[in-house]
């Protein structure tokens, strides 16, 4: 009893000595990220500082939510779409032998690309939302498809074999074989699908730019609309809150959840 309480109290201590150290390592980055770019943006638009607007905090409050939410909502379907895509792709050589090659060419393809045929088709309904989901889904598709490919393929001939000699089919062998095999390769694709997502919500939520006489008041309101509005119309002060806040969510996110999640991968990959 005595050696739990002391491997319990060892545990909790590393946990928050964690959690503070990256905490601090947040502040630090974040800090340093926000004193470089006033400083940038002090000397490449030096009068912005005196048409400064007044940082709205409940504007990025509300940006955040929104952002995390399209991001989320195109990270499940991805991912509904992804895991039997994978499993389909890896059914019989001949499926991976004709459909892999086929896949591999359109990730390829970039897909903003196709982002302004499916803002100008989306203006027609008025379902902006659809067009940012929509991008963000195809950017994280990939990303995932092409790294569970890997987790299925990496799979023992032993474990295949035991599999086929006790005859463990269908949804037995989808949830004790295949998804823990997977799992590990599932979360370095997230890692990526998110990172990706990161990248292309800056271009997601300005749709503007991409609209005949288009407007801001078009645009979603989330960080990446945010941070390019705000640095179009000089206003260094929202900008730079805007970065801060995005620096902190993926931090926070990469620690309470990706790292989480990398260390229960450990325990499902083979030796």
């Known amino acids: 009893m005595g050696k739990i309480r002391q491997y319990h109290h060892h545990f909790h201590f590393s946990y928050i000595t964690s959690i503070r150290r990256h905490l601090l390592s947040v502040a630090i980055v974040t800090a340093i990220s926000f004193l470089l770019l006033f400083i940038i943006i002090h000397l490449t638009f030096p009068q912005s500082l005196q048409t400064m607007k007044q940082v709205s905090f409940q504007d990025v409050i509300v940006a955040s939510i929104n952002t995390l939410l399209r991001l989320s909502t195109a990270y499940f379907l991805s991912l509904l779409v992804a895991i039997p895509l994978a499993l389909f792709i890896v059914k019989t050589p001949t499926t991976e032998k004709i459909f892999l090659p086929i896949f591999d060419i359109i990730q390829s393809i970039p897909v903003l690309a196709f982002f302004p045929v499916i803002v100008l088709f989306c203006s027609t309904y008025n379902v902006f939302e659809v067009a940012a989901i ?106 730079l809150f805007t970065l801060s806040v995005m620096i902190i969510l993926i931090s926070l996110l990469n620690f ?10 450990q325990r499902y990959k083979f030796d």
């Open 256 to 265: 309470f959840v990706w790292q989480r999640l990398l260390h229960i991968a």
């Open 134 to 239: 929509f991008v963000l889904f195809m950017s994280m598709l990939w990303n995932l498809v092409f790294t569970m490919i890997g987790g299925l393929k990496a799979i023992p001939e032993d474990v295949k074999s035991a599999t086929a000699m006790y005859h463990i089919h269908g949804f037995n062998k989808l949830r004790y074989i295949t998804l823990p095999a997977i799992f590990p390769y599932l979360v370095t694709g997230s890692l990526l699908a998110w990172a990706q997502g990161w990248s292309i919500i800056i271009v997601a939520e300005v749709l503007h730019t991409y609209i005949p006489r288009g407007t801001i008041s078009q645009d979603l309101l989330g960080l990446g609309s945010l941070l390019v509005n705000s640095f179009t119309q000089g206003n260094a002060y929202l900008f």
